[in-house]
């Protein structure tokens, strides 16, 4: 049975086009993935399939009485409000129905007798809706998926507006979750949890029967979750049956049947084109020239779509820092109160340390002190010589600029060709480049913000989850940039497969948190 249907779906912005007479179906139960490069329109069909975005054309159709979930990359709380009252609001519509209960319990006071059979058989009904929802053990519900997503460390009474970006995205991904819609939507979901909670999360979608779309740029997760991907390539969306690792089979199958396929034919092109030239002129010979430019005429020619720039990523080193990079004694960190016990470290030249942990515990707490950007509660943090820094941080507002306006903003001594190339070494395209960043994908703004780092001289390269919205091959060419740079490298990241075989330290902030894990 099919529960959403799409049906020659087409979208551009400016003159860049998203998607092209796109169609896709989702069946019930499917679990699927939907994948592409960064910039490619993932979110873009996410946001028109949910009503979020009016297509050029096409129609989206949905069947009668569905019920859906999405939590994408740009969902937002509401302030004044606990993580606890976030999580029951899930359940507002069984609430609003305990209302109605009591509602009609106060009416029974004073109805007739033919009235009050009438209440008795609506309250019964609505009973039975709560009672099969198990609406009377919402509090347990609530404290198991909290506790899968690591929000019971934090504490179900804390207000919202007090917790962390990675925090609050936890708490709206748990909210979606609870709701147990007929469709699921997930946009980036891993990007704020850690491998725990990830592996909580991929448990909860492979038992889940219901059906699910998710964008994620984390393979291993996709693929253990999903039994369909839809991939969306050049504003063209198609369909596979299988996990992500059996769609890349056939894509690179297909990939080299349609090379061959045009190679042949060139050659079939090339050899038509000879016969016309040479035989067109000649009595003897002009009728089967002729037809030979009727068959060519009537080729449908292959092309062959161009391939899409790969990032190259590298990093200038500037001039060699004193030995410790920075040093720390008794350093305690935090904002209202201690995320850490009293640290004594140093970060020496030309390490390369990752920072892994639950999320909440002081992470980017960390990166921001010992960088200078905010002060300690308490302790020192001194600097060595000579250190130059270059600092990603993980999400950061977007502009209105376009991206060679930000990037030039920085660079006023670039030409226009220079700073156009250093956005494209980068992977950007001159659509990409000439759009606001605002508009552009949240790959395609890391993107940019890597750029800015490239062309300074940098000692230190501070890099906070760098990855979580970048696709796959700007993810393994960061990777090797990283490994390659001749400096000392701070990260934070949730990927194990990312910082393990670059990193020369791990450190692990629950070692040094005050809080019970």
Known sequence: MSILNVSNVSHGFGSRVILEDAS????????????????EGKS???????????????KVEWC?????????????????????????SAFSHMFELEQKTMELYERMGECTPEEMDTILEEVGEIQSILESSDFYNLDSKIEEYAAGLGLMDI??????????????AKILLAKVLLENPMILILDEPTNFLDEDHINWLKNFLKNYENAFILVSHDIPFLNDVTNVIYHVEKAVLTRYTGDYYQFREMYELKKRQIEQAYK??????????????????????TNMAKDRQRKLDRMEVIEIAKEKPKPIFGFNTARTPSREIVGVSDLVIGYDEPLTKPLNFSIERNQKIAIRGVNGLGKSTLLNTILGRIKPISGDVEQGQ????GYFKQ??????????????????SFTNAEARAALARCGLTTDHITSKMKVLSGGENAKVRLAKIMNRDINVLVLDEPTNHLDIDAKEELKRAVREFQGTVVMVSHEPDFYMDVATEIWDVEDWTTKVI
Do not use: C
């Not at 009668?64 to 999580?87: A, F, P, V, W």
């Not at 977007?398 to 060679?404: D, R, V, Y």
């Open 395 to 412: 999400e950061e507002e977007s502009s209105n600029k376009t991206a060679l306006d930000e990037f030039w903003d920085e660079f006023p």
């Open 24 to 39: 896709f179906r989702l069946l019930k139960g499917e679990h699927v993935g939907l994948v592409g490069a960064n910039g």
């Open 64 to 88: 009668n009485h569905i019920t859906t979930g999405y939590l994408d990359q740009y969902s937002t709380l509401e302030k004044g409000k606990t993580i606890r009252d976030i999580l029951k």
């Open 44 to 58: 873009t069909f996410l946001n028109i399939i949910t009503g979020k975005l009016m297509p050029d054309e096409g």
């Open 264 to 285: 042949k034919q060139q050659k079939e092109i090339a050899h038509l084109e000879k016969f016309i030239a040479k035989n067109k002129a000649r009595v003897a010979t």
């Open 155 to 168: 504490g179900l009474e804390r207000d919202v507006a007090d917790l962390s970006g990675g925090q609050r």
């Open 386 to 389: 000579f250190v130059e820094v």
